[in-house]
Each structure stands twice: as C-alpha cells, then as structure tokens.
C-alpha cells in the first residue's frame, strides 16, 4: 500500500483526538487567576496527552518522508494504535476529574504503556516491510532506549500503589518528555 493516503487518514484521526481532547477541558467557573489555577490538573493532563499525540504524529511524519509502501501488519497495528489512541480524551479527562483515584491512574498509565508499546511495534514493522531501504536501516537502532518511557511509567505505578497517588500522572509526564527526546534524536541520527 501507498503511505500517502494512509498518512492522511492517520493525520487526521490525530487532529480530531486532538479538537475532541481540548473540547473536554473544563471552563474556568470564573475569569480569575485562581480559577484557572484550579484547573491545572486538567492543563497538565491535557498537556501529557497533547504531547503524546503531537510525538506520534512528529515521528509519522519523519518516517513516511523514508518510504513509499507499507504492507498488511503495518496497517493493522497502526489500526489498532488509532483504537488506542482514540481513548486518550476519555481517560485524560477521567484522571484530571480523578487525580487521587487508583483507578483513574492505573488506566492512564496503561493507556500510555500500551501506546508507546504499540509505537515501537509500528516502527519496527514499518522497517520491516522496507527491508531494502538505506535510510531505514541506518535509523534501525536499539529498542533498549525506546523502553526508558515504560521503566518511568513503571516507577510511577510503584508510586502510585505505595505512597503517591498521582505518581502516574507525573510519571507520564516525565516519560513522554523522554520519548520525545527520543525520537528527536533518532530523526537527527544522535
């Protein structure tokens, strides 16, 4: 298959995720500092998964620059990251309504998990479906220091069960700073 219309479609699955994201963000009750101060739970929620779909979308957009075709399993685990991804306004809301609830937490974080995990596996599939492409196989690093943001997230499901109950909540944030670092420094070849 053409990358062309199949980066199209995943584009613009992003920006709708992204508008629906923004729409579920609470109102200030008034035009105060403090009442948007009151709100900043949500802004960094909000912020986490803003980020998360911005890296996506940056990383897509760098590696169909290198390709032309995809085949079936690329496909596939693309269409089951956009199922993922869609759940991202549901669960972002719940946590920044929730911020203290296990729960809420444990679902944000394994949303995370789960998109990050299925990230790398899109990746490796799209190398994989372009065996003969130069620039590919010279980008085709390590997957060791793609897991940094799972080992983060995974310090702060320790938080969260034990003595911080929004560990997961800044452990997504930390982790998804990394992974952006991380694919920023694949696409520059550091």
């Not at 199949?6 to 995720?17: G, H, L, P, V, Y």
């Not at 998109?115 to 196989?137: C, D, F, G, R, W």
């Not at 998804?176 to 991380?182: A, D, H, N, Y």
Request: glycine share 2%; with cysteine.
């Amino acid at each position: 298959m053409q990358t062309n219309r199949f980066e199209t479609f995943i584009d613009a699955i992003i920006a709708i995720i992204i508008t629906v994201l923004i729409l579920k963000i609470a109102q200030p009750v008034n035009p105060t500092l403090s009442a948007i101060w009151d709100l900043k739970v949500f802004y960094i929620a909000y912020l986490i998964s803003f980020l998360t779909l911005f890296n996506i979308w940056y990383t897509n957009h760098n590696l169909f620059k290198k390709i032309d075709n995809i085949d079936n399993n690329v496909v596939w685990i693309y269409g089951i990251m956009t199922f993922i991804i869609s759940l991202i306004p549901y669960f972002t809301t719940w946590v920044a309504l929730n911020i203290e609830a296990i729960p809420a937490e444990t679902m944000f974080g394994l949303l995370f998990v789960s998109i990050n995990i299925l990230h790398i596996l899109s990746v490796k599939a799209i190398y994989k479906s372009n065996p003969y492409n130069k620039e590919l196989q010279k980008a085709d690093k390590n997957i060791y220091y793609q897991l940094i943001p799972e080992i983060i997230i995974f310090i702060g499901f320790i938080l969260t069960y034990t003595i911080y109950r929004p560990g997961i909540y800044f452990s997504c944030l930390i982790a998804i700073v990394m992974w952006i670092f991380i694919s920023w420094s694949e696409d520059n070849g550091d």
